[in-house]
C-alpha cells in the first residue's frame, strides 16, 4: 500500500474513533439498541446529559438530549433512551425528574409503567418535576432552624439576665449558701450514723419484743378454752345485768341519799339530840363535868370500898373515910 493510503485510513479510524467518544460522553446512542423517547418539563429541574433513568431503583436507561423545545413557553424537551428488555413504557408511565441523594445527583424516574398502551420509539411521556432532596430537607428543617434560632436568642437573653443578676455580691451569697448546704449535708450524714447505730443497738430488743410478741400468741392460742370460758362468763353477767332492776336499786339509792341528806341538813341545823350534841358546846361540857365526877366517884370507890359496902356481922365501927387522892391527870 501507498503511504497516502496508510494514512488516510488511519485519519478516518481516528476521526471515527474521536465521534465515538465525543458521542459517547454526550450520552448520544452509537451502535447500541434502545428506545427513544421524550418528555417535556417547565424546567430541567437540574437533569442533565447521562443521567440515568431508573424503574423501581434499577436503571434502565440515560438521558441523552436536554434542551428547549420548539413550543415558545419555555418549556425543556429531555430525551432518555432505555435500553432494557423488560421495562416497558405506556402511555400512563410518568417520566419524574428527582434527586437521588444529598448531592445534588438528578435522574429521571419511571412511575406507573404496568398500565396503558406500550408506547413506542420516539414517543412523548407524561412528566413530572420533583424538587431535589437538598430543597425539600431544607424546606422540613427551615422550622427548626428558625425554632433553634428563637431558642439560641432566648439563651443569649437568659444568660444576659444571669450574668446581670449574679454580680459579685450574689456570688459571694451563693458561696456561703452552698457552704451552709455542704455543712447541713454533713450534719445529716453524721445524723444518719447515729441513727443506724441506734437502730442497730435496739435490732435486739426489737427481737425480743417479737419474741415476746410470739409467746403472747402462743398463749393466746393455747389457752382459747379459757379465754372462751371468761367470755361466757362475762356474757353471763352481763346477762345478769340487764336482768337486773339496777334502775330501781339507783333510784332506791338515790331515795336513802336524799334522806342521808336531809338527816345532815337537820344535824347542821341543830335540830334533834345529835345536831345539839354537835352544834350546842353546853352539852358537851356538861358531859365532860359528869364525866370528871363519875370518875372521882369511881376512884373514892375503888379506896374507900367500906363506905359504900357494909360486911359487919359484930356492928364494928367505922374508920374515918380516907380523902381520897387525886389522880394525876
Same mark, same amino acid.
Given at each position: ?41 417547565? #424546567? ?22 436536554? #434542551? ?12 432518555? @433512551? ?9 402511555? #400512563? ?117 417479737? @419474741? ?118
Amino acid at each position: 500500500m501507498k503511504k497516502e493510503v496508510q494514512i488516510g485510513l488511519v485519519a478516518i479510524i481516528a476521526i471515527a474513533v474521536a465521534y465515538y467518544g465525543f458521542s459517547f460522553l454526550l450520552g448520544k446512542q452509537i451502535l447500541r439498541k434502545g428506545t427513544q423517547f421524550y418528555a417535556l418539563y417547565p #424546567s430541567s429541574g437540574g437533569i442533565a446529559i447521562d443521567n440515568h433513568v431508573k424503574l423501581n431503583g434499577i436503571s434502565v436507561g440515560k438521558v441523552n438530549k436536554v #434542551s428547549l423545545s420548539d413550543k415558545k413557553d419555555g418549556s425543556v424537551l429531555v430525551g432518555f @433512551y432505555i435500553d432494557h428488555d423488560n421495562a416497558a413504557v405506556t402511555d #400512563s408511565t410518568i417520566a419524574k425528574v428527582a434527586s437521588l441523594d444529598l448531592f445534588g445527583t438528578m435522574a429521571v424516574i419511571l412511575q406507573n409503567t404496568r398500565a396503558g398502551n406500550v408506547l413506542g420509539d420516539g414517543d412523548t411521556v407524561m412528566s413530572e418535576v420533583e424538587g431535589d432532596l437538598k430543597s425539600a430537607v431544607d424546606e422540613r428543617l427551615r422550622p427548626l432552624e428558625e425554632k433553634t434560632n428563637a431558642l439560641i436568642g432566648s439563651m443569649d437573653s437568659l444568660v444576659s439576665s444571669i450574668q446581670i443578676i449574679l454580680d459579685e455580691d450574689t456570688r459571694k451569697n451563693l458561696h456561703s449558701s452552698f457552704k451552709s448546704i455542704n455543712k447541713s449535708l454533713k450534719v445529716f450524714e453524721r445524723t444518719a450514723g447515729t441513727l443506724d447505730a441506734s437502730v442497730e443497738k435496739e435490732t435486739k430488743r426489737f427481737d425480743s419484743i417479737l @419474741y415476746n410478741i410470739n409467746s403472747i400468741t402462743a398463749n393466746l392460742n393455747n389457752n382459747n378454752e379459757r379465754i372462751d370460758n371468761v367470755l361466757k362468763n362475762f356474757s353471763d353477767i352481763s346477762d345478769s345485768l340487764a336482768k337486773a332492776d339496777i334502775t330501781g336499786t339507783f333510784d332506791k339509792a338515790g331515795k336513802t341519799l336524799e334522806s342521808v341528806a336531809v338527816v345532815m341538813e337537820k344535824i347542821e341545823k341543830g335540830e334533834g339530840t345529835m345536831g345539839m350534841l354537835i352544834n350546842n358546846d353546853s352539852l358537851y361540857n356538861n358531859l365532860n363535868e359528869s364525866s370528871a365526877e363519875l370518875d372521882k366517884l369511881l376512884e373514892d370507890m375503888r379506896v374507900n370500898p367500906n363506905r359504900y359496902v357494909h360486911f359487919s356481922v359484930f356492928g364494928r365501927k367505922e374508920k374515918s373515910a380516907e380523902k381520897p387522892k387525886k389522880k394525876e391527870r
